[in-house]
């Protein structure tokens, strides 16, 4: 009897310190940001859903976004000081696939570039008739609080339903980041928004031609 009560006394004083550290961290989803409301330069051209008829449309471009293996995971990636050492934010997450939120974030700042011409832009997986297909492929987009983010992406531009490409290039830029990895998300926000102007001036000149 002894015995089987100081057992007893033993497990219970084994499981209390577990008891008081079996709350996790709450975890922190991030998404990409357009960084402003892409309804304002539309203000001046009518919805599509409101159009005539015979209203001529303008541009229509599909965007295929691809993403290297380490990013496509939950996880915000913190890039080591050296630059070749990586953690992931098991606490801080996307709130979607990161290609998905690229995505999202070029097709709306090419949307607000289209809009005067009456043109669109929208994601290459929702079979719409395009008459353009810009295609990145992302190889960096990551950094560190209290240090830098960058991004690196190759593009290319063309006809939707042609084989040769008419415009390709290389986009690298980074930019400060703040202290928490709130700022991360935002800085990596700003560079895709930087990536979006860089392609809608492409896009731009290939038309004019």
Same mark, same amino acid.
């Given at each position: 009897m002894i015995a089987r009560s100081f057992l007893c006394a033993a497990v219970l004083a084994a499981t209390l310190p577990l008891a008081g550290c079996g709350r996790s961290p709450a975890t922190n989803f991030y998404m990409f940001s357009p960084l402003m409301p892409?309804? $304002?330069?539309l203000s001046s051209a009518a919805p599509v859903s409101? #159009?005539?008829a015979d209203t001529e449309p303008g541009p229509q471009v599909a965007v295929i976004v691809g993403v290297p293996a380490y990013l496509d995971r939950p996880q915000m990636v913190v890039r080591g000081g050296?630059?070749?050492?990586?953690?992931?934010?098991?606490?801080?997450q996307w709130s979607e696939p990161v290609a998905d939120g690229v995505t999202r974030v070029l097709c709306d700042r090419l949307c607000a570039?289209?809009?005067? $011409?009456?043109?669109l832009a929208f994601p290459l997986r929702a079979a #719409?008739?395009?008459e353009w297909r810009i295609s990145?492929?992302?190889a960096r987009l990551d950094g560190s609080p209290d240090g830098e983010a960058t991004l690196e992406a190759l593009w290319t531009l063309g006809p939707a339903q042609g084989a040769a490409e008419t415009a390709a290039g290389r986009f690298t830029s980074r930019i400060p980041v703040g202290s928490?990895?709130?700022?991360l998300a935002e800085a990596e926000s700003v560079l895709l928004v930087r990536l979006a102007e860089t392609l809608a001036t492409e896009l731009a000149n290939v038309m004019r031609r």
């Amino acid at each position: 009897m002894i015995a089987r009560s100081f057992l007893c006394a033993a497990v219970l004083a084994a499981t209390l310190p577990l008891a008081g550290c079996g709350r996790s961290p709450a975890t922190n989803f991030y998404m990409f940001s357009p960084l402003m409301p892409v309804t $304002a330069p539309l203000s001046s051209a009518a919805p599509v859903s409101t #159009l005539a008829a015979d209203t001529e449309p303008g541009p229509q471009v599909a965007v295929i976004v691809g993403v290297p293996a380490y990013l496509d995971r939950p996880q915000m990636v913190v890039r080591g000081g050296n630059g070749v050492s990586v953690r992931l934010g098991d606490y801080h997450q996307w709130s979607e696939p990161v290609a998905d939120g690229v995505t999202r974030v070029l097709c709306d700042r090419l949307c607000a570039a289209l809009a005067p $011409a009456r043109g669109l832009a929208f994601p290459l997986r929702a079979a #719409l008739p395009a008459e353009w297909r810009i295609s990145v492929d992302i190889a960096r987009l990551d950094g560190s609080p209290d240090g830098e983010a960058t991004l690196e992406a190759l593009w290319t531009l063309g006809p939707a339903q042609g084989a040769a490409e008419t415009a390709a290039g290389r986009f690298t830029s980074r930019i400060p980041v703040g202290s928490d990895m709130a700022a991360l998300a935002e800085a990596e926000s700003v560079l895709l928004v930087r990536l979006a102007e860089t392609l809608a001036t492409e896009l731009a000149n290939v038309m004019r031609r």
